[in-house]
């Protein structure tokens, strides 16, 4: 790495504004396999150490005036922007993402920095017209709130929780992955830059089961999001039934990608590209099942398999389309899902690429069934299959037929399927026409399988508040 500013790479965890370090947690580049670093493994006592100095930072920041913490959110911001490029070198170094698409997560985790550092402002609350007397309600901060994020986003999962958390008032304890934490800290080290209170901003760093623990058994803690498995999701939202937290889960999804006869053929294969192939598919919104209509199988088929057939895989800091996979452990998901697919009648359409054990080649499978295991899982790599359908009943049927309901998209130029279509499909966030359904300003979050909650948006900030009703007598 080549950092401007190399006080970012920072291998230490952030308690109450104090920074420990102890290389306990090796963090491993996924191109090269070495190191970059190690960080320590914050142990329960640690966390709830973090914990109490959230908690104690906490009631001079929900009293800071909402335009004083606009202004340090702002301040944030503008240094994760002016930082843009080392952030995205860090980024791209521990979670593998090429550079450029490094550098637009940095954009995209500050845009909610910026965001809700404007809702700071707006967070109101209302009169109510009783007889007899006044009543308002009130909207306060929940508490102290545990973040804890996962690898794939390593800047922008802590922005879209952190941002609104801290414009609510509360204080977090944040626990980024074991894979992937010096981006997170790297925040850490801005948001001190800022001016961002001691204590506001804590950051545990190491393996997830005893932080894990200690977050969700603290009664001071009042609100626990996180992103992740659906597998981890319920576990966490049971380990913290007992302190009954708040909880914003954003969890696993199984994206349906339909193309119909009268879509836009180019418009469609530029967004299943989009859609399936962001971050070398490791993301919960991309496309995991794409359904075709037969009338346009075979052209769509030849598109996309040029496309992807053009693609470049390599270590991320060379400018490639699809860096590394994150471990060993997705590899083998991958490269099951893919033997299961071709054992059931898939075939591989797209060239192949003679790579190292840790990147996966891009695939695009045609004939996908689904009595194929990617049918019904999420694979979270670069792998298209593509199933073909006959009616938009059948079409709905098997994009529904999922316990998920994260992302779904479809394509098609009817007017009236549209608001059909889209108004049938049992998912928190659909994409007609456009393979991207993430920004600031969307609401963000699924159904059934894939979670509780909304994060960005207006709905964001109501995570992190609650509504206190405040009735006045003898006025
Ligand atoms: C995720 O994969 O969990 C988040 C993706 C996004 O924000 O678009």
Redesign the pocket.
């Known amino acids: 790495m080549n950092l401007t500013d190399p006080s970012l790479l920072c291998p230490k965890a952030l308690i109450g504004g104090e920074w420990i370090a102890r290389p306990d947690v090796e963090v491993i580049n996924p191109a090269t396999q070495r190191s970059i670093g190690a960080v320590p493994d914050c142990t329960h006592a640690e966390t709830e150490a973090a914990i109490t100095a959230a908690h104690e930072a906490m009631s001079a920041w929900k009293t800071t005036d909402h335009a004083t913490r606009a202004d340090l959110l702002l301040a944030w911001h503008d240094l994760m922007l002016d930082h843009k490029a080392d952030l995205a070198q860090i980024l791209s170094a521990e979670q593998g993402k090429p550079l450029a698409e490094a550098e637009g997560e940095i954009a995209y985790g500050a845009s909610f920095v910026r965001w809700f550092a404007e809702e700071a402002r707006r967070i109101n609350g209302k009169v109510i017209p009783v007889p007899g007397k006044k009543l308002m309600a009130l909207k306060e901060p929940v508490g102290v709130a545990a973040i804890i994020t996962?690898w794939?986003?390593p800047n922008?999962?802590i922005t879209?929780k952190v941002a609104p958390a801290l414009a609510a008032g509360c204080s977090v304890v944040i626990k980024p992955s074991d894979l992937t934490p010096f981006s997170a800290i790297a925040l850490g080290v801005l948001a001190q830059r800022a001016g961002i209170p001691a204590g506001v901003i804590n950051i545990v760093t190491g393996l997830p089961t005893e932080i894990g623990a200690a977050l969700t058994q603290s009664p001071i803690v009042r609100k626990l999001s996180f992103?992740g498995s659906t597998r981890v999701g319920a576990l966490l939202a049971e380990q913290s039934a007992p302190t009954l937290k708040r909880l914003s889960l954003?969890l696993g999804g199984n994206a349906p990608f339909v193309v119909f006869d009268d879509a836009d053929l180019e418009a469609a294969v530029e967004g299943a590209m989009v859609s399936k192939f962001r971050n070398g598919g490791q993301?919960?919104?991309c496309a995991n099942r794409i359904l075709v209509q037969s009338g346009i199988y075979d052209q769509f088929i030849d598109k996309l398999t040029a496309r992807v057939d053009a693609l470049t895989v390599g270590e991320g800091q060379a400018g490639v389309d699809i860096g590394p996979m994150i471990n060993a452990a997705a590899l083998d998901k991958i490269n099951s899902h893919i033997s299961d697919a071709l054992s059931k009648g898939a075939t591989r359409v797209t060239k192949k690429r003679d790579l190292a054990p840790q990147f996966a080649d891009p695939i695009v499978l045609r004939d996908a069934n689904l009595d194929m295991q990617l049918a019904s899982e999420e694979t979270f790599g670069p792998v298209a299959p593509v199933f073909r359908f006959e009616t938009e009943e059948e079409a709905l049927e098997i994009a529904n037929g999922t316990p998920f309901g994260l992302a779904a998209y479809f394509y098609t130029t009817d007017m009236a399927r549209a608001f059909r279509f889209g108004e049938a499909l049992e998912f928190g966030l659909v994409g007609l026409n456009t393979g991207a359904?993430?920004n600031a300003e969307a609401p963000?979050g699924g159904v059934k399988f894939s979670g509780l909650g909304r994060e960005g948006a207006q709905e964001g900030i109501e995570e992190y508040l609650s509504t206190k009703a405040f009735h006045m007598g003898g006025l």
Do not use: K
């Open positions: 996962p794939n986003f922008a999962m879209r992103t954003e993301t919960c919104v359904v993430s963000f």
